[in-house]
Nanobody, 124 residues
Framework: QVHLLESGGGLVQAGGSLRLSCAAA????????MAWFRQAPGLEREFVSG????????SYADSVKGRFAISRDHGKNTVYLQMNSLKPEDTAVYYC?????????????????WGQGTQVTVSS
């Protein structure tokens, strides 16, 4: 069992930065692939970024490449999403997810555990 708790969301102006954190509780966190998804009102949940269990492979949606960076700290059982050069279209609820297979694919149904989400709002 893995429990996930996101934090770090908020209101920021376009061009600004935020860092999201996802704290995981569970003895097997280090073996899970982790990802961030987001969902804007009226839209489907979409993949933002993922990182494999060891942290040596990251993936990003085209819309955030070069602006967002995912990382993980096994000692702190935490995954981070550094978001720079934010745009109004980045506004959404951001969710952290864990995948027991250790990889981090971009399909929501492949994930075993989800956090409750944190709101990110980017004003123009």
């Amino acid at each position: 069992q893995v429990h996930l708790l996101e934090s770090g969301g908020g209101l920021v102006q376009a061009g600004g930065s935020l860092r999201l954190s996802c704290a995981a509780a569970g003895r097997t966190f280090s073996s899970y692939g982790m990802a961030w998804f987001r969902q804007a009102p009226g839209l489907e949940r979409e993949f933002v970024s993922g990182i494999n269990w060891s942290g040596d492979r990251q993936s990003y949606a085209d819309s955030v490449k070069g602006r967002f960076a995912i990382s993980r700290d096994h000692g702190k059982n935490t995954v981070y999403l550094q978001m720079n050069s934010l745009k109004p279209e980045d506004t959404a609820v951001y969710y952290c997810a864990a995948q027991a297979s250790g990889v981090a694919v971009g399909i929501p149904s492949e994930y075993d555990y989800w956090g409750q989400g944190t709101q990110v709002t980017v004003s123009s």
